[in-house]
């Protein structure tokens, strides 16, 4: 099995900076990818950002410029940095972690509000 577990949300104003942390830890083998998906309230799970172990990254539009993923492979760890943060970033976050196999797992969620 496979733990995932996210951290550092919050509530920020608008403009604002905010971090997330993302531990995965038990039976991990290979890692292949990590990286943080949201749900905004009324919309679909989106991607925000991924990187690969490779340190490849992927970013939604939206986020370019503004996000910033990382990972620490020896740790199992993802990072998102978010500046410039905006009302619309208002979502439940979620990390997830895509192992060998093509298997996935995912955290519990971090709710991360922007306030106007």
């Known amino acids: 099995q496979v733990q995932v577990v996210e951290s550092g949300g919050g509530l920020v104003q608008a403009g604002g900076s905010l971090r997330l942390s993302c531990a995965a830890s038990?039976?991990?083998?290979?890692?292949?990818?990590m990286g943080w998906y949201r749900r905004a309230p009324g919309k679909q799970r989106e991607l925000v950002a991924a990187?690969?172990?490779?340190?490849?990254?992927n970013y939604a539009d939206s986020v370019k410029g503004r996000f910033t993923i990382s990972r620490d492979n020896a740790k199992n760890t993802v990072y998102l940095q978010m500046n410039s943060l905006k009302p619309e970033d208002t979502a439940v976050y979620y990390c997830?972690?895509?192992?060998?196999?093509?298997?996935?797992?995912w955290g519990q969620g971090t709710q991360v509000t922007v306030s106007s």
């Open positions: 997830n972690v895509e192992v060998a196999g093509n298997r996935n797992y």
């Open positions: 038990g039976s991990i083998f290979s890692i292949k990818a």
């Open positions: 990187i690969t172990s490779g340190s490849r990254t």
